[in-house]
């Protein structure tokens, strides 16, 4: 299946949206590749672009000056999108980085020609509305994970909302993410296998 018919299958799948209307978008896609340790986003950069990922991973993470360490705030997978939501929506300039943690491909749209659509089309509005809600229960999920579930809680939601990470990325960015220390989720690990 050529990337763009898994585009349009997944804004069927996710929005409802009709042939006709994805139609209207199709001058405005375009494919980019990035490999492993390339920016999608750099820190203060206004993000300008929505892609879905046709294969790879992509995390978005801070510096903590103070340690120097990377600290992990959000993943994107394959099937899903990337983008630096808040700089994207608001154009004003990112907060963290949005970086490949794998070779990765995606398919992008700007964020002029995607409000363009939105002036055109309400199922387009659609789209961004359940964009927004998304990106919010993202956020409000992760936040409720680290003050409601456990350490292992909140590594089985993980793999499950990303399975391939397991496989495809180091263990240090899956324990950062998760406000953990590596050796805590080798236990949790080992404790699962052994179940």
């Known amino acids: ?14 929005a409802g949206m009709s042939e006709e209307a994805f139609d209207l978008s199709s001058n405005f896609w375009h494919e980019k590749s990035f490999k492993k340790g390339e920016l999608f986003n750099d820190y203060r950069n206004v993000c300008k672009e929505l892609g879905f990922i046709v294969e790879g991973i992509f995390r978005s993470y801070i510096i903590d ?37 794998t070779d990765a491909h995606i398919i992008c749209i700007n964020i002029f020609d995607l409000q363009n659509l939105y002036r055109q089309s309400h199922e387009w509005e659609r789209f ?18 680290f003050l409601l579930k456990s350490p292992e809680e909140r590594y089985l939601e ?16 899956i324990s950062s993410y998760l406000g953990i220390q590596g050796p805590s989720l080798s236990r949790i690990r080992k404790r699962i296998a052994g179940r």
């Open 128 to 145: 961004g509305r359940l964009t927004a809600e998304m990106a919010a229960n993202i956020v409000i999920e992760r936040t409720e994970s």
């Open 65 to 101: 000056y103070k340690s120097g360490e990377d600290k992990n705030i959000f993943f994107f997978s394959q099937n899903g999108f990337v983008t630096a939501y808040k700089s994207f929506v608001r154009q004003i300039p990112c907060e963290y980085y949005t970086e490949a943690l």
């Open 158 to 173: 993980l793999i499950k909302t990303h399975p391939e990470l397991n496989d495809n990325v180091p263990l240090y960015h």
């Open 1 to 14: 299946m050529r990337n763009t018919e898994i585009l349009k299958a997944t804004f069927k799948d996710f």
